[in-house]
């Protein structure tokens, strides 16, 4: 009995997951490290010449079957007001074999400078790429392949005849990001906005095969309020609309430099109505690794015993010796 609430509740999450009427991208507690999926916007919103950023997803894991989701992006900056990028993720998700994969390459335009100094920024972006969607017919189970009395037998022939197993589209996204780039100030503000599947894509998978994938708006915000030459408070804001789904996301984290080449992070979010994410982290020169785990509070979280979360994002800048240290706070670590 208890397996089979476990795959109902695995169940209703991927028939959830799959309706055009719902959010059916992925989502990230630590959203910033994957910029291609927050807003295209942020492509090279670091300091550096390139960073290559990796981040795991391990959602439901004591199903069966759970949701994972990893994902890797590559981001290049230029001397000529353009940032490039690319990135790939893939969602894994139940014992049918459901594959949610995308790849895109972004553009990001960092010409728009004013204010003294030309310390206020407006960056444009722009991504395209592919979706993907797949099931694994022959890691299906039918209704009709079960018995009251004795269980399921994949031998039972079914009436279940499933026209399309794959569906690969073509998607187009666009944002756009201000910052508040000036040294030595006491408080900087960013925030952005961005639009993904502008293409709306076909949904293959719908009822007639030809609804639309919904598109994603993405709305981000937050400041860094620099406290001491050493202490940081980043508040975030993330609000979210795919279809009828919508996702409001509210957190902080404190950055504390241990030493020269040390920031120590702390924080957490709280996603309404679904979880709360605690996350700790570091940065050691180059390198930064986070990582958070979300505590489950949503009734459905609670009909699949406490069903969490956790993530782990890993991430390496390569610089030159001479720092510009002005800009980063324009990639909050989360």
């Known amino acids: 009995m208890r397996n089979l609430l476990k795959a109902s509740c695995l169940f209703l999450v991927m028939c959830l997951a799959g309706s055009v009427k719902a959010q059916v991208d992925p989502h990230f507690s630590q959203y910033y490290v994957y910029p291609a999926w927050l807003n295209p916007a942020l492509t090279g919103a670091f300091d550096g010449e390139y960073r290559v950023s990796g981040i795991y997803r391990n959602q439901w894991g004591n199903i069966s079957s759970p949701f994972s989701t990893p994902g890797l992006s590559a981001e290049f900056t230029t001397n000529k007001n353009i940032n490039l990028g690319v990135s790939i993720l893939n969602q894994k998700a139940g014992s049918g074999g459901y594959n949610y994969t995308t ?51 994949p031998g039972n022939p079914t009436s279940d005849v499933l026209s399309r197993t794959s569906a690969t589209a073509l998607d187009v996204g666009a944002g756009v990001m201000y910052f508040d780039a000036a040294p030595g100030k006491k408080s900087n503000l960013f925030a952005g906005f961005s639009v993904s599947h502008l293409t709306k894509p076909e949904d293959k998978f719908s009822a007639t095969g030809n609804a639309k994938i919904p598109m994603r708006f993405t709305g981000h915000a937050g400041m860094r309020f620099t406290l001491s030459q050493v202490f940081s408070i980043t508040p975030n804001i993330l609000y979210l609309k795919q279809g009828t789904a919508t996702e409001k996301m509210v957190g902080a984290y404190a950055s504390y430099k241990a030493a020269p080449d040390l920031d120590l992070m702390l924080g957490a979010n709280y996603r309404f109505e679904d979880a709360i994410s605690p996350f700790i982290g570091f940065a050691y020169k180059n390198l930064v690794l986070g990582a958070s785990y979300d505590v489950n509070s949503s009734d459905l979280g609670k009909m699949a015993n406490g069903s969490n979360s956790f993530e782990i994002s890993l991430s390496f800048i390569g610089r030159k010796a001479t720092r510009t240290p002005e800009i980063e706070f324009v990639c909050p670590r989360l």
């Open 103 to 153: 790849a895109y390459a972004s553009v990001a335009y960092t010409g728009v400078k004013f204010g003294t100094n030309l310390t206020q920024r407006v960056v444009f972006g722009i991504q395209a790429g592919m979706i993907q969607r797949r099931f694994d017919r022959s890691k299906m189970t039918f209704g009709d392949q079960w018995n009251p009395v004795t269980g399921y037998n």
